[in-house]
């Protein structure tokens, strides 16, 4: 396959020297804090005042973010309450599927903290232990309107180049997939090739590899194609017959 | 995943294949799967994947403080929380042998009907959503805001309440509020030929829902189900009126069927439903500022609140269908045991798979809504 150059974003690594690229940057995170996709994945019940948010009262479409189905296309990745376990893994497959820069919200106290479940055997209790949370909206649960706040916080930070929980995710790798080698245990795998990312972004620092990353490598088996469910299960016609 | 990364995986060729359908999927409800293998895409296998919701509820309740206990439960159904609040809240009272004063109850059932109104509206506005009708999602989910502005300024919360304790209702009603009761009804109301005519009668939702997911009497009745989703198989059972609890057996009201069972005759009768229950609330509405009295039956000091010994299954009717409550006390200031007997782990899992059977894929999503089953209570 032919190499291509994807443009690294503009402002990683050494800071620009030429004024014109600096303004030419600012406008990018104008544009790119003024139209933001969010992934439609309710976690928790927090979820509950996402559709008055996104809907007619509230309207959330006025300040440019907008539902978006898949995480390939999606900006914002939003944990809308306690995460179990089950979840948790999910969570993490789709946000490593997620292009970047890529932003995480942590809706409702049980992101921060466990709230109400902190003792619960089947939830995980702090998200920014596993992902980088760039901005966390507290409350049991949070009304639309701090929903809304929330998010016009995070275009605030965007436009200000602060929002870079991305960015922390390549360079501590190594200690994020410790803690979740240390839920799912030693044999824990993603798709994903996290540290190639970071030396493609140019972002691979001390951080990025370490001892959990070199289990990661040692555990690490080739994907396979998934077997299949269904033991039983007729079909209703004939195979074969479907071509003819 | 880099393009560098990606192998291709050669796979036979067929016409049968399988798909995972969730969590992450804007048709499904809430995070709830279902691996489903396909003909063409017409479903012949089905099996229900939940658990993502799981916080072991059942668990966390023996653990906590009775009274501690009335902040968790609203959390096991997120859209339909005031049920939760009050069967529990019935259970300890049974086990105490306590009385409720009438207001109270009253209040209860004021409350009971204005969450069965506004889970049915935000119900329309699901299905309405997977049969690609989104303007009535706008609508379902932008007047169940009045209702929960009500409830708001009722009780501080939105969602959660936190209102019904054991021994009544936290506090009375504020000046002035039922005739903003009134008020609110009167709106839905008028907005009802609107929905009719944009959802309910509109040939592309009749079309797709009529003889989608249709299920008979005699299956409902064996596989546990109940609320609207037995009654649209034509069974008037309604545990408001079978086994009255609170004040219902002194308020007048109909229980709408319909026969066909279909995804269509479910939703039709919660649109009945609606109608009945804000008749309902009406009636309370005349008969409230007669009922005088407390609203409270004191109770011991909450912290050191040993209950006696004792079981005890109190149930209610939820706009999902009959919701019951068995706890058991050793006499502790804990529960021994609390166990759930939520309407939709029946609904999502054993109906769902089978309703699933024989339907297109893009008819799965709108069987779901259709059995308005809530995933945070089937995982709980
Ligand atoms: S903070 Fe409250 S509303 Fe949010 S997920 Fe936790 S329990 Fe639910």
Redesign the pocket.
Same mark, same amino acid.
């Given at each position: 396959m032919k190499e291509i150059d994807i443009p690294i974003e503009a402002s990683v690594g050494q800071s620009r020297t030429n004024p014109l690229a600096r303004v030419f940057d600012e406008l990018v995170r104008f544009c790119r804090s003024r139209s933001m996709f969010m992934l439609h994945y309710c976690t928790?019940?927090?979820a509950i005042e996402l559709p008055p948010a996104m809907t007619s009262r509230f309207d959330m479409e006025r300040l440019g973010i907008q539902p978006m189905v898949t995480p390939r296309q999606a900006d914002i990745l939003l944990i809308t309450?306690?995460v179990s376990i089950k979840t948790l893994k999910r969570v993490i497959l789709t946000y490593e599927q997620m292009g970047s820069p890529k932003y995480v919200i942590g809706i !409702?106290? !049980?992101t921060v903290n466990g709230? $109400?479940?902190w003792q619960s055997y089947a939830t995980a209790k702090q998200l920014d232990q596993y992902l980088p949370v760039d901005l966390y909206i507290a409350?049991? $649960?949070p009304r639309p309107e701090a929903v809304l706040e929330g998010m016009r916080k995070l275009m605030d930070r965007i436009r200000s180049d602060e929002a870079d929980g991305w960015k922390d995710y390549y360079r501590r790798y190594d200690w994020y997939l410790g803690n979740q080698q240390h839920l799912f245990g030693d044999d824990w795998q993603t798709p994903a090739d996290v540290i190639g990312e970071a030396s493609h972004y140019d972002l691979a620092g001390p951080g990025t590899e370490g001892e959990h990353t070199r289990l990661l490598q040692q555990c690490q088996k080739p994907l396979e194609p998934q077997q299949t469910f269904f033991q039983i299960g007729g079909s209703l016609e004939k195979k074969g017959e479907f071509h003819e | 995943m880099r393009p560098e990364n990606y192998q291709a995986i050669s796979h036979p060729p067929s016409n049968e294949y399988e798909l995972n359908f969730g969590p992450n999927h804007p048709g499904i409800e809430g995070n709830y799967a279902l691996k489903v293998k396909l003909h063409g895409d017409v479903v012949v296998a089905a099996r229900a994947d939940g658990g993502y919701l799981h916080r072991g509820f059942e668990k966390l309740m023996e653990g906590r403080l009775w009274i501690q206990n009335i902040a968790l439960v609203p959390?096991i159904c997120v859209p339909d929380p005031v049920p939760m609040e009050v069967c529990y809240s019935m259970a300890v009272e049974t086990l105490n042998d306590m009385e409720v004063p009438e207001r109270a109850q009253w209040l209860r059932v004021l409350q009971l009907e204005l969450s069965r109104i506004a889970a049915h509206l935000f119900t329309f506005g699901g299905h309405a959503a997977t049969t690609g009708m989104y303007t009535t999602m706008y609508w379902g989910v932008a007047d169940r805001d009045l209702i929960l502005d009500l409830f708001e300024e009722w009780t501080g919360g939105r969602v959660?309440h936190i209102y019904n304790i054991p021994g009544g209702v936290r506090r009375d009603i504020p000046e002035g509020f039922l005739d903003r009761v009134s008020h609110t009804m009167d709106y839905i109301e008028s907005r009802l030929p609107d929905y009719d005519n944009l959802f309910f009668t509109n040939q592309v939702f009749v079309d797709r829902a009529k003889d989608t997911g249709p299920m008979n009497q005699q299956q409902a009745l064996e596989w546990g189900v109940t609320g609207p989703n037995l009654r649209a198989t034509g069974l008037a059972f309604d545990v408001r009126r079978d086994d009255p609890y609170l004040v219902y057996d002194q308020i007048d009201f109909e229980i709408p069927t319909e026969a066909p069972g279909d995804a269509w005759a479910r939703t039709l009768v919660r649109r009945q439903e609606l109608m009945q229950s804000i008749h309902i609330v009406r009636q309370i509405v005349e008969k409230l500022p007669s009922v005088g009295g407390p609203v409270r039956t004191p109770i011991p000091n909450p912290l050191a609140w040993n209950v006696p010994a004792g079981e005890t299954y109190t149930r209610v009717e939820s706009s999902k269908g009959e919701l019951g409550y068995y706890v058991v006390s050793d006499g502790s200031d804990k529960p021994y045991r609390v166990h759930i007997r939520g309407p939709s782990s029946m609904h999502a899992v054993r109906v769902l798979e089978q309703l699933s059977l024989g339907a297109r894929l893009e008819d799965v999503a709108q069987i779901m809504f259709s059995l308005d089953a809530c995933p945070p209570e089937v995982d709980r």
């Amino acid at each position: 396959m032919k190499e291509i150059d994807i443009p690294i974003e503009a402002s990683v690594g050494q800071s620009r020297t030429n004024p014109l690229a600096r303004v030419f940057d600012e406008l990018v995170r104008f544009c790119r804090s003024r139209s933001m996709f969010m992934l439609h994945y309710c976690t928790g019940c927090g979820a509950i005042e996402l559709p008055p948010a996104m809907t007619s009262r509230f309207d959330m479409e006025r300040l440019g973010i907008q539902p978006m189905v898949t995480p390939r296309q999606a900006d914002i990745l939003l944990i809308t309450g306690y995460v179990s376990i089950k979840t948790l893994k999910r969570v993490i497959l789709t946000y490593e599927q997620m292009g970047s820069p890529k932003y995480v919200i942590g809706i !409702c106290s !049980c992101t921060v903290n466990g709230g $109400m479940y902190w003792q619960s055997y089947a939830t995980a209790k702090q998200l920014d232990q596993y992902l980088p949370v760039d901005l966390y909206i507290a409350g049991c $649960m949070p009304r639309p309107e701090a929903v809304l706040e929330g998010m016009r916080k995070l275009m605030d930070r965007i436009r200000s180049d602060e929002a870079d929980g991305w960015k922390d995710y390549y360079r501590r790798y190594d200690w994020y997939l410790g803690n979740q080698q240390h839920l799912f245990g030693d044999d824990w795998q993603t798709p994903a090739d996290v540290i190639g990312e970071a030396s493609h972004y140019d972002l691979a620092g001390p951080g990025t590899e370490g001892e959990h990353t070199r289990l990661l490598q040692q555990c690490q088996k080739p994907l396979e194609p998934q077997q299949t469910f269904f033991q039983i299960g007729g079909s209703l016609e004939k195979k074969g017959e479907f071509h003819e | 995943m880099r393009p560098e990364n990606y192998q291709a995986i050669s796979h036979p060729p067929s016409n049968e294949y399988e798909l995972n359908f969730g969590p992450n999927h804007p048709g499904i409800e809430g995070n709830y799967a279902l691996k489903v293998k396909l003909h063409g895409d017409v479903v012949v296998a089905a099996r229900a994947d939940g658990g993502y919701l799981h916080r072991g509820f059942e668990k966390l309740m023996e653990g906590r403080l009775w009274i501690q206990n009335i902040a968790l439960v609203p959390r096991i159904c997120v859209p339909d929380p005031v049920p939760m609040e009050v069967c529990y809240s019935m259970a300890v009272e049974t086990l105490n042998d306590m009385e409720v004063p009438e207001r109270a109850q009253w209040l209860r059932v004021l409350q009971l009907e204005l969450s069965r109104i506004a889970a049915h509206l935000f119900t329309f506005g699901g299905h309405a959503a997977t049969t690609g009708m989104y303007t009535t999602m706008y609508w379902g989910v932008a007047d169940r805001d009045l209702i929960l502005d009500l409830f708001e300024e009722w009780t501080g919360g939105r969602v959660y309440h936190i209102y019904n304790i054991p021994g009544g209702v936290r506090r009375d009603i504020p000046e002035g509020f039922l005739d903003r009761v009134s008020h609110t009804m009167d709106y839905i109301e008028s907005r009802l030929p609107d929905y009719d005519n944009l959802f309910f009668t509109n040939q592309v939702f009749v079309d797709r829902a009529k003889d989608t997911g249709p299920m008979n009497q005699q299956q409902a009745l064996e596989w546990g189900v109940t609320g609207p989703n037995l009654r649209a198989t034509g069974l008037a059972f309604d545990v408001r009126r079978d086994d009255p609890y609170l004040v219902y057996d002194q308020i007048d009201f109909e229980i709408p069927t319909e026969a066909p069972g279909d995804a269509w005759a479910r939703t039709l009768v919660r649109r009945q439903e609606l109608m009945q229950s804000i008749h309902i609330v009406r009636q309370i509405v005349e008969k409230l500022p007669s009922v005088g009295g407390p609203v409270r039956t004191p109770i011991p000091n909450p912290l050191a609140w040993n209950v006696p010994a004792g079981e005890t299954y109190t149930r209610v009717e939820s706009s999902k269908g009959e919701l019951g409550y068995y706890v058991v006390s050793d006499g502790s200031d804990k529960p021994y045991r609390v166990h759930i007997r939520g309407p939709s782990s029946m609904h999502a899992v054993r109906v769902l798979e089978q309703l699933s059977l024989g339907a297109r894929l893009e008819d799965v999503a709108q069987i779901m809504f259709s059995l308005d089953a809530c995933p945070p209570e089937v995982d709980r």
